[in-house]
């Protein structure tokens, strides 16, 4: 069975980096006008792999990256290729790998097996120089009056970015919808509570997805579809007693959704964080808080169209918990592949740099997934940061192979596949288990190591 992923894996590289078509889609968006020895393809090895082995290259380095492939070529001629064409040439082959490097689902926990895939949605912000404002507008205050954005959508069961898009930083959660037409009916989307909007819930539900979502505060509940009034939650949620209740409500005003309301009443220390949090962000902000919005934080609060049969409530706990995943591939992607660290102050050579460290992501997530759970009966999990290190340390072999015969390509990733699954190994954790350790054992685990954000 390795031998079949290998095999595929070193077929899907073979033909995304195949210069033929690599320099056809160079020519076609006008980087590559006439016969030079850094064309297309050479470029886009030089870049994607030269920041994957240096997450935080240099114009010398890649200079020097460009002289291991064949190609002598000085920093400021680098620079100078770095261009709108080399931009659009990049848009375009991020667009191909994301649409190309795909892996199958795994079988994983029982409880997941139901859905077709397990969707986790959030985005990241990162400054950008001044002088990308006006294409990229800053959330303002104290940050960068430039930023960007990324919205992704991560396929938890094939371990791979489903959907990518790069906007401005001042762009809406709430009204994020371009995600929608890649969700598979029958499959689960796990969101942050900045993307809860009843319409876009709506939607999802009428597409056959399931979704989960906390509570957002200002969402009106209601217990039956014509009542007049809604619940007063606070009230409410104090009238509870057991730790976890489940109730079928409807949310909104107008909308009226129907679905699952759960509600976890949580330990007091874990209340104690959320409200110190709270606090914090609310001055960093230079807000006010009201005594409803510090009481609230004694109480998780969950919505779902899942029904009760398909996920117990301690199961629906372990599932939020798989939206810190994403959390951990933003910080992969920002301290690892130096996503926060985009260098010089040109347009074209920040969006260059962007695009090339984001194909390699794409490509270090591709060779990662099928080797997540691999060991998983010897209770061994793979660590996707443990295993960037070793794809880093791999890279100017992996550069040079590629392009070349397939066979060199198999017994390469092969030599990286087996670093892998022997380097790449996460620590076993008793006090403090993984997620997927908390999908297995939901049902034996406390609210304390159930609770997704303490």
């Given at each position: 069975?390795?031998?079949?992923?290998?095999?595929?894996?070193?077929?899907?590289?073979h033909?995304?980096?195949?210069?033929?078509?690599?320099?056809?889609?160079?020519?076609?968006?006008?980087?590559?006008?006439?016969?030079?020895?850094?064309?297309?393809?050479?470029?886009?090895?030089?870049?994607?792999?030269?920041?994957?082995?240096?997450?935080?290259?240099?114009?010398?380095?890649?200079?020097?990256?460009?002289?291991?492939?064949?190609?002598s070529?000085?920093?400021?001629?680098i620079?100078?290729?770095?261009?709108?064409?080399?931009?659009?040439?990049?848009?375009v082959?991020?667009?191909?790998?994301?649409?190309?490097?795909?892996?199958?689902?795994?079988?994983?926990a029982?409880?997941?097996?139901?859905?077709?895939?397990?969707?986790?949605?959030?985005?990241?912000?990162?400054?950008?120089?001044?002088?990308?404002?006006?294409?990229?507008?800053?959330?303002?205050?104290?940050?960068?009056?430039?930023?960007?954005?990324?919205?992704?959508?991560?396929?938890?069961?094939?371990?791979?970015?489903?959907?990518?898009?790069?906007?401005?930083g001042?762009?809406?959660?709430?009204?994020?919808?371009?995600?929608?037409?890649?969700?598979?009916?029958?499959?689960?989307?796990?969101?942050?509570?900045?993307?809860?909007?009843?319409?876009?819930?709506?939607?999802?539900?009428?597409?056959?997805?399931?979704?989960?979502?906390?509570?957002?505060?200002?969402?009106?509940?209601?217990?039956?579809?014509?009542?007049?009034?809604?619940?007063?939650?606070?009230?409410?949620?104090?009238?509870?007693?057991?730790?976890v209740?489940?109730?079928?409500?409807?949310?909104?005003?107008?909308?009226?959704?129907?679905?699952?309301?759960?509600?976890?009443?949580?330990?007091?220390?874990?209340?104690?964080?959320?409200?110190?949090?709270?606090?914090?962000?609310?001055k960093?902000?230079?807000?006010?808080?009201?005594?409803?919005?510090?009481?609230?934080?004694?109480?998780?609060?969950?919505?779902?169209?899942?029904?009760?049969?398909?996920?117990?409530?301690?199961?629906?706990?372990?599932?939020?918990?798989?939206?810190?995943?994403?959390?951990?591939?933003?910080?992969?992607?920002?301290?690892?592949?130096?996503?926060?660290?985009?260098?010089?102050?040109?347009?074209?050579?920040?969006?260059?740099?962007?695009?090339?460290?984001l194909?390699?992501?794409?490509?270090?997530?591709?060779?990662?997934?099928?080797?997540?759970?691999?060991?998983i009966?010897?209770?061994?999990?793979?660590?996707?940061?443990?295993?960037?290190?070793?794809?880093?340390d791999?890279?100017?072999?992996?550069?040079?192979?590629?392009?070349?015969?397939?066979?060199?390509?198999?017994?390469?990733?092969?030599?990286?596949?087996?670093r892998?699954?022997?380097?790449?190994?996460?620590?076993?954790?008793?006090?403090?288990?993984?997620?997927?350790?908390?999908?297995?054992?939901?049902?034996?685990?406390?609210?304390?190591?159930?609770?997704?954000?303490?």
């Open positions: 069975m390795l031998k079949l992923i290998i095999a595929q894996a070193s077929q899907a590289l033909s995304y980096f195949n210069s033929e078509q690599t320099n056809q889609a160079a020519r076609l968006a006008n980087f590559v006008i006439r016969t030079s020895k850094l064309d297309g393809f050479v470029f886009l090895k030089a870049l994607v792999l030269g920041f994957l082995q240096h997450p935080q290259a240099s114009l010398g380095q890649l200079s020097q990256v460009c002289l291991d492939l064949g190609v070529i000085t920093p400021q001629g620079d100078e290729r770095l261009n709108e064409a080399a931009v659009k040439f990049l848009q082959r991020l667009a191909s790998a994301l649409a190309n490097w795909q892996a199958k689902r795994q079988k994983m029982d409880l997941l097996e139901n859905f077709t895939e397990v969707y986790l949605q959030d985005s990241t912000i990162q400054s950008l120089p001044k002088g990308l404002q006006d294409q990229f507008p800053g959330v303002g205050g104290n940050a960068s009056p430039a930023a960007i954005k990324i919205q992704l959508l991560f396929g938890f069961l094939s371990g791979c970015m489903i959907h990518l898009e790069i906007l401005g001042r762009s809406s959660d709430t009204r994020y919808q371009a995600h929608l037409p890649h969700l598979l009916p029958g499959s689960l989307l796990i969101q942050d509570l900045g993307y809860l909007a009843l319409t876009i819930l709506q939607a999802i539900d009428t597409q056959g997805v399931f979704f989960l979502s906390r509570w957002k505060a200002d969402v009106k509940v209601f217990l039956a579809q014509g009542a007049e009034q809604p619940v007063e939650m606070l009230t409410f949620l104090d009238r509870q007693a057991p730790e209740v489940s109730y079928v409500v409807y949310l909104g005003q107008q909308a009226r959704l129907a679905c699952r309301m759960v509600s976890v009443c949580l330990p007091e220390q874990i209340a104690s964080q959320r409200r110190r949090r709270l606090k914090i962000d609310a960093r902000r230079g807000r006010s808080l009201g005594g409803r919005n510090l009481a609230l934080c004694d109480w998780m609060v969950f919505v779902t169209n899942l029904p009760e049969e398909q996920l117990s409530l301690r199961q629906i706990l372990a599932c939020y918990n798989l939206r810190w995943q994403i959390e951990l591939i933003f910080k992969l992607w920002k301290s690892q592949a130096g996503l926060k660290h985009l260098g010089g102050l040109r347009r074209e050579r920040v969006l260059c740099e962007l695009y090339a460290k194909i390699g992501l794409v490509l270090t997530h591709f060779l990662v997934a099928p080797l997540r759970f691999w060991l009966e010897q209770q061994v999990e793979i660590s996707a940061s443990k295993a960037r290190y070793v794809l880093q791999r890279a100017k072999a992996l550069a040079q192979i590629l392009g070349k015969e397939l066979k060199g390509l198999q017994e390469e990733l092969d030599q990286l596949t087996q892998i699954l022997r380097f790449a190994r996460k620590n076993k954790r008793k006090k403090h288990p993984s997620s997927f350790s908390r999908l297995v054992s939901a049902q034996q685990l406390t609210i304390e190591q159930l609770y997704p954000l303490a």
